[in-house]
């Protein structure tokens, strides 16, 4: 039984081995409950390896080597008897078994060392005695045969310091080494060197040419082998040895630099991190600084202008102070020098009341009938013109509307004009807005010519024209003032040469000159919506030359030029001063009366667009401080009814004059709250907030798209059209009244005194009255009061007079009434009767 036991075959089997350096063992080890198990282990033999980097140096006229010892005899092997498992070591030996190997292997690398020492210091005595022996032969030689020997430079041999108590090494200095190249095939190897490489077979010769495609690897071998030489350092690692030693040996000849000094612009506010960027310095320096000063703040937190200021004066830089405002665009303080100012064309505002004939005279001077193309023959809109004089010279006329809403276009017309032309009519004499263009014109400076217009008409009379306008201070030439008048008629087309003739007069004496060599500044006329050309802007050009491609802002827009459209509707590449043009390329509409500027660069005019559009929205939403005076308005308005509309208009103007009427005729019962001002057709989006906030929408020259109609037509949205602004506040006005409703009117009648109170069938009762003012008549409505305490207001159901009904009784007559609704009368009690009327509230 014991027999199979021993030769039952077992899982392990002992490791395979290619050379007999390894020996087999087995250990047993013990587990808890008494299991055991035992482990194959292989022993190595302890292998002396040499100093890793030097290679075997080459034999150089070495005498031969002693015979090798005959090898001993051989041995017959025993097999080696099993380990016992107390014949394991213990830590203690283990440790000892290490250190003691340790130590032989340091002994092994110092005897390693010494030797190749000796044989560094044989070769330098060799080849010195090489040297010595070759530069003999060369005296010897002839001087004419014998070439020049080639320097040599000689190199000390390569020493190793190393000490035996252990300690470390000198420091060395770096020296870059060479990239190593890749040999060349090395040629077939000679009867001798295939002797020594038997001899050495722990480096045997590899074919390099074969192995190309791991040239490059680097391996243990190729580490190891001489043939390679030592890896080159990195680019990197050079330049830091580089650094290192010029900080080394350099640093204390080195210079220090003088720090640059900066202009640093600081706002009103700006970020830390941002200053730092401006100062070119690190952002935890200027933290620090902060810091210091008891202010604890991060890298991205803003702080004031006062504390950058400190900051940048602490770090040696010079601080430039820049506001908000700078960003804007400032025209009082930009001056032309009066040597670029060349003359310009004069700008010529025709002003007068409605129907007076401005415009059939701006007719009559250019040739054109604008008259015939405008809604109820009034002029709604501010128009810009040139005409051609006989002598050659450029007229500007700019024509404003004479309706008493079209106030701000004929302040802004006045504004930018140099002479203003009065027209009134020599049959209806001065009017409202006659005399309000005379205060435009007298506000803005400017000289005034009077042409008396409609003096082929019957009934005029030109002369009360002139003794009227002495009224408002207004003298004429004929009268011994400095005013020019010309009598005129625009139908018939007489004294329009003399009308020129003075406007060329006085322009002559005015001397207007602008500069034309400067970007051009211009002043928006009138802005619109255009459906196929986008948002269009009529200018007036006050001084440069505004060209096809400027980038330019105006007001919170801004935009680039990409057309320039003149009043006979022909482009032009470029537009002088005093000289009208349509500017297309807009971003949005802007504001009638804002400037128009043009910038260096589209960024430039987007910084002022949005600076400025900032502005206009804190002035919107900005709160009014309460006060005695507007706390009780906002006390009615807020009591008034609201009638909200929607509006949309054809141009800038004819919007603002409709917003600005209808406010006007607002009460402290209703007023009108405009949710919408907008320029341009009717869109889904007017109709949406119009059918959500059930206010009517109103078209000024403008109609709804397909789409907005069905929304209308959805929704039941209330559309009113007009194209004549006084028939737009009539209507407006009309259903503002209709709103609030009719007016209900009181008057008081008569007065009554209860003297007696009497049962009148099973629930009524009836008062025995005495008429004391006035009358009493069946039906009227009636107040009982008591002590002056109304009790009741109802109306009188039944009148007697001595049993008979009657249906009136007047005053100092005593009658019977029965009252509807109440019975709630005693003696002593007034009656108040009184007649209720309605009428149609007006506004």
């Not at 706002?267 to 960027?277: G, H, K, M, R, S």
């Not at 060329?504 to 919506?529: C, G, I, S, T, Y």
């Not at 105006?554 to 032009?572: C, F, W």
């Not at 959500?692 to 907005?708: E, T």
Request: glycine share 6%; with cysteine; hydrophobic share 35%.
């Amino acid at each position: 039984m014991s027999d199979d036991t021993n030769n039952k075959p077992t899982l392990t089997r002992k490791p395979l081995t290619l050379s007999r350096s390894l020996e087999s063992g087995e250990v047993k080890q013990t587990f808890s409950h008494g299991r055991t198990n035992k482990v194959v282990v292989e022993v190595k033999r302890k292998k002396l390896v040499g100093k890793p980097g030097y290679a075997p140096e080459p034999e150089v006229a070495a005498p031969p080597p002693p015979p090798p010892p005959p090898p001993p005899p051989p041995v017959a092997a025993t097999p080696a008897p099993r380990p016992a498992p107390n014949d394991m070591l213990s830590r203690q030996e283990r440790q000892a078994k290490l250190l003691r190997e340790a130590e032989e292997a340091r002994l092994a690398m110092l005897e390693e060392s010494r030797r190749r020492e000796d044989e560094a210091r044989a070769r330098a005595a060799e080849e010195e005695k090489r040297r010595a022996e070759e530069n003999r032969k060369a005296e010897e030689a002839p001087a004419a045969t014998a070439p020049a020997p080639e320097p040599v430079v000689e190199q000390e041999p390569e020493t190793t310091v190393s000490n035996d108590d252990g300690a470390a090494p000198a420091p060395r200095r770096f020296t870059p080494v060479e990239s190593p190249k890749r040999p060349a095939a090395a040629p077939a190897p000679t009867e001798r060197e295939r002797e020594e490489a038997k001899k050495a077979p722990h480096r045997p010769t590899r074919d390099r040419t074969a192995d190309r495609r791991q040239s490059g690897k680097l391996t243990v071998t190729r580490a190891l082998d001489d043939d390679e030489g030592a890896r080159a350092r990195s680019l990197a690692a050079l330049k830091r040895a580089r650094e290192k030693e010029k900080r080394l040996h350099g640093g204390g000849n080195r210079q220090q630099q003088p720090k640059q000094s900066r202009d640093v612009v600081v706002p009103e506010t700006i970020t830390v991190q941002e200053l730092a960027n401006r100062m070119a310095e690190k952002g935890s320096d200027l933290v620090k600084a902060l810091f210091k000063m008891g202010m604890p703040v991060t890298i991205n937190e803003t702080i004031d202008q006062d504390t950058a200021e400190l900051l940048v004066e602490e770090f040696g830089h010079n601080i430039t102070r820049v506001s908000d405002a700078d960003v804007d665009i400032v025209h009082d303080e930009d001056v032309d020098a009066p040597e670029t100012q060349k003359p310009r064309p004069p700008v010529v505002t025709v002003m007068g009341h409605v129907d007076h004939g401005k415009t059939s005279l701006l007719d009559a001077l250019r040739g054109a009938n604008v008259v015939s193309g405008e809604a109820g023959g009034i002029t709604q809109h501010i128009g810009a013109y040139q005409v051609k004089a006989k002598d050659g010279s450029v007229i500007t006329f700019l024509d404003t509307p004479g309706h008493e809403a079209f106030t701000q276009m004929r302040r802004r017309g006045a504004s930018v004009t140099d002479i203003v032309i009065l027209v009134v009519a020599a049959d209806d004499g001065l009017m409202p807005q006659t005399i309000e263009a005379i205060k435009h014109s007298k506000e803005a400076g400017v000289p005034m010519i009077v042409a008396i217009n409609k003096v082929d008409k019957e009934g005029a009379n030109p002369q009360k024209v002139r003794e009227r306008l002495l009224e408002h201070e207004v003298i004429v030439e004929q009268m011994g003032g400095d005013v020019q008048d010309v009598e005129v008629s625009a139908l018939k087309k007489t004294g329009l040469d003399t009308l020129l003739e003075k406007l060329a007069l006085q322009a002559e004496l005015m001397e207007l000159k602008a500069n034309p060599d400067r970007p051009a500044e211009a002043v928006v006329v009138e802005a619109q919506l255009d459906k196929g050309r986008g948002a269009v802007a009529t200018v007036l050009v006050k001084r440069g030359t505004l060209r096809r491609g400027d980038v330019f802002v105006v007001g919170a827009e801004s935009g680039k030029v990409r057309a320039l459209v003149n009043d006979k509707g022909q482009q032009v590449p470029e537009a002088g001063p005093a000289t009208p043009v349509e500017v297309l390329g807009l971003t949005g509409v802007p504001s009638a009366g804002d400037v128009l500027t043009v910038v260096e660069n589209e960024a430039r005019a987007r910084e002022v667009a949005l600076y400025r559009k900032e502005q206009s929205t804190k002035v919107r939403t900005a709160q009014v401080t309460p006060n005695l005076e507007n706390l009780f308005d906002n006390l009615s308005a807020t009591r008034a009814m609201e009638y909200p509309v929607v509006i949309k208009g054809d141009v800038q103007g004819s919007v603002e004059a409709i917003v600005t009427a209808l406010n006007n005729i607002s009460t402290d019962e209703i007023k009108v709250r405009v949710l919408l001002a907008g320029v341009g057709g009717i869109t889904e989006s007017d109709m949406l907030l119009a059918a959500a906030s059930n206010a009517p929408l109103i078209g000024f020259n403008v109609r709804p798209n397909s789409k907005a109609a069905a929304l209308a037509k959805r929704d039941r949205v209330r559309l009113k059209y007009f194209d004549v602004i006084y028939h737009l506040t009539a209507d407006i006005a009309k259903e503002m009244a209709g709103e609030l409703g009719p007016e209900i009117i009181e008057t008081v009648v008569g007065r009554a005194e209860v003297k007696d109170v009497f049962s009148a069938g099973k629930r009524d009762k009836a008062a025995g009255l005495l008429v004391v003012e006035g009358f009493i008549r069946k039906g009227l409505s009636t107040r009982l009061t008591r002590d002056d305490v109304i009790v009741s207001k109802t109306t009188i159901a039944s009148l007697r007079r001595f049993k008979d009904n009657v249906d009136e009784v007047r005053a100092g007559l005593e009658c019977g009434v029965v009252l509807a609704d109440t019975n709630d009368v005693k003696a002593g009690d007034m009656l108040e009767i009184f007649e209720v009327e309605e009428r149609e509230r007006t506004l």
